[in-house]
């Protein structure tokens, strides 16, 4: 058989398929991608579901506590005999610790980004990275443990008058454990900067720090913004460090000596207790929750819409 | 001037190496303290015990045990609608208005506190769907927890297999399922396989959606099927560092270097199958 031949005969038998038998095809291929649409879409029930779920309980909290009392009051006791639902207490625990993880992990991931991205040789890049790594997989458990059984009994020694639990250890490690995202989504930002604008910079004689300084990171400023509005973010959920080593003292202060707790630390503590579906305590970490949602929630968002204007300006 | 600029850069690269150093250094301390701590703790014994009021006969059977089962589960449930739902996103609805909004909302959902996933889990898992405090109830929330990761991961590997391997299995008529199914993921199977271990080493580690939905803290039995009441290992390390007592806090630091060096293993796993990966598309 000549080869012209039988390239003209194989598609024919391939395509002459009964039409019945494309037809089954087509529609096996139309049930996939519907089954494919509604697992991406899952994501979307993820998010409605934690909203309903939220919404619901705190509907329900509102209506035995004023709003106002909720979100203005000073006083968060609602294991009392005599409850208040103030939540302000919380709230500044939390901001208290989130502050002092910010204080440490900004400028030293910083630093460390700039390191990576401006100085380092690809060798020492490719240590440092998979550490930093590990650094951001250790599981918040341990961190606590770090901060309750060493870093406030270091810290004890060095700063008269902080207690056992504390805002200060658990914010120092909390800032340590955020450092990498800091680090790395900075260092991405300023990767994404084009070399022309270096180059330039250098001929113009100016040294390395000079050009990552005034050059890089103005050019990356939006990403790095984002990097730490999602390191924010972090902070303000991150839960189990101040669970174990903040205290449970809902306290309206900025003294980082004193036991405090967060609104993370505050949900810990009642689910530990075996608490009835339906109570106004049940409730209460519902309220806590969308709280806690929202805010952070409003944080990713700025911080997505950041990274998307950055990326807009190199594109 | 010159030398002075010149000198002010070295300070600085001196400067930011030293902080980089000290992050590091920082995580070399923390696997000290725990080893000083726990080392001596470990033993045979104390793998294979249940939990006890007396610290030295304490063990983390039934919370290893619970771990492994929870994390198995978890996998099941979250590794194809994962996978399915980045095959979606990355090979059929990417220009649908549809696809955009669920791609912003995954970015959006991965950053949520994982303690919200906990309430989620609470009010619907165990309270809604009347699952109780159950096995099923606890990986259905750590499922939701990491699919945002394995879908963003998946995405990355199905992104990294060439175009033209797609456009061969096209130009030999087969259908874009058959396409995906029989070229495409096979190629990207490490490369998800990798986003996949990543992932579960995330939520082996996770304490506070656990415990919001209320495993529990002492459990005396290894869990026996998806129904079974289970505690983890960081809950039981939570558990042994919230007392007074510093034997219990010895235990609490053996627990840690257990779940750690579960940990590495994982991540060894994903890092040896990340670079077969890496080599066989070079």
């Known amino acids: 058989m000549s080869p012209s031949t039988s390239l003209r005969a194989s ?202 300084l005034r050059v890089v990171l103005p050019a990356a400023f939006s990403g790095i913004t984002a990097a730490f509005i999602l390191a924010a973010s972090r902070a303000i959920g991150e839960t189990m460090i101040v669970a174990i080593a903040a205290g449970q003292q809902p306290r309206l202060t900025w003294n980082p000596l004193v036991p405090i707790e967060t609104m993370t630390a505050y949900i810990v503590q009642v689910s530990l207790g075996d608490t009835p579906q339906g109570t106004l305590e049940y409730r209460t970490i519902f309220a806590v929750g969308m709280l806690l949602f929202l805010g952070t929630f409003g944080l990713n968002l700025v911080s997505a819409w950041l990274r998307g204007r950055y990326r807009e300006e190199y594109a | 001037m010159t030398a002075w600029r010149r000198a002010l850069d070295v300070v600085f690269r001196v400067l930011a190496l030293v902080v980089l150093f000290l992050a590091l250094a920082s995580l070399a301390v923390l696997i000290y303290d725990v080893w000083r701590d726990g080392a001596g703790r470990l033993s045979w014994q104390f793998l294979t015990s249940f939990p006890s009021r007396r610290p030295e006969e304490a063990g983390i059977w039934h919370a290893l045990t619970g771990s492994v089962f929870v994390i198995l589960v978890t996998a099941a449930l979250a590794a194809p609608i994962g996978v399915a739902a980045a095959i979606y996103l990355e090979e059929y609805g990417t220009r649908s208005v549809a696809a955009r909004l669920i791609e912003i909302n995954i970015t959006n959902l991965a950053a949520v506190p994982s303690i919200i996933y906990g309430l989620l889990g609470l009010g619907l898992f165990v309270r809604a769907l009347a699952m109780g405090r159950s096995v099923l109830a606890g990986a259905s929330t750590l499922a ?20 033209s391997i797609r456009e061969g299995s096209y130009a030999l008529g087969a259908t874009k399922w058959q396409t995906i199914w029989y070229q495409v993921l096979p190629v990207a199977l490490p490369g998800i396989l990798t986003g996949m271990i990543l992932a579960l080493s995330r939520a082996i580690g996770e304490t506070a959606p656990l415990i919001t939905i209320g495993a529990l803290t002492f459990v005396a039995f290894a869990p026996d099927g998806l129904w079974s009441p289970f505690t983890v290992l960081p809950i039981q390390i939570f558990n042994w560092v919230s007392r007074p007592q510093v034997e219990f806090r010895t235990n609490a630091a053996a627990g840690i270097l257990v779940l750690l060096v579960l940990l590495l293993t994982m991540n060894a796993a994903a890092i040896w199958l990340r670079d077969r990966y890496q080599k066989k598309l070079a």
């Open chain 1, 11 to 212: 598609p024919s038998t391939r395509l002459r398929a009964s039409p019945s038998a494309r037809l089954r095809a087509r529609r096996f291929e139309f049930l996939i991608e519907w089954a494919l649409f509604l697992c991406a879409l899952l994501s979307i029930g993820t998010t409605a579901g934690i909203l309903v779920v939220l919404a619901v309980e705190t509907f329900a909290f509102l209506r035995e506590v004023p709003i106002t009392d909720f979100l203005f009051g000073t006083e968060w006791t609602p294991l009392f005999a005599t409850p208040r639902f103030g939540v302000l207490p919380l709230v500044m625990g939390t901001v208290l610790v989130s502050a002092i993880a910010m204080v440490v992990a900004l400028p030293a991931g910083l630093l460390s980004a700039i390191y990576l991205s401006e100085y380092a040789n690809p060798r020492v890049r490719r240590v440092i990275k998979p550490v930093l790594e590990i650094l951001a997989g250790v599981p918040t458990v341990v961190y606590g443990y770090f901060a309750l059984l060493f870093v406030t009994p270091v810290l004890q020694r060095v700063v008269p008058g902080l207690a056992g639990f504390n805002a200060l250890g658990p914010g120092i490690v909390m800032g340590i454990m955020i450092l990498p995202l800091v680090s790395s989504l900075s260092e991405d930002a300023m990767q994404g900067v084009p070399r022309g604008l270096r180059e330039g910079s250098f001929a113009l004689g100016a040294t390395r720090m000079q050009t990552s």
């Open chain 2, 144 to 163: 939701l927890l990491v699919l945002p990761v394995i879908i963003l991961s998946t995405r990355e590997a199905l992104r990294a297999v060439p175009s």
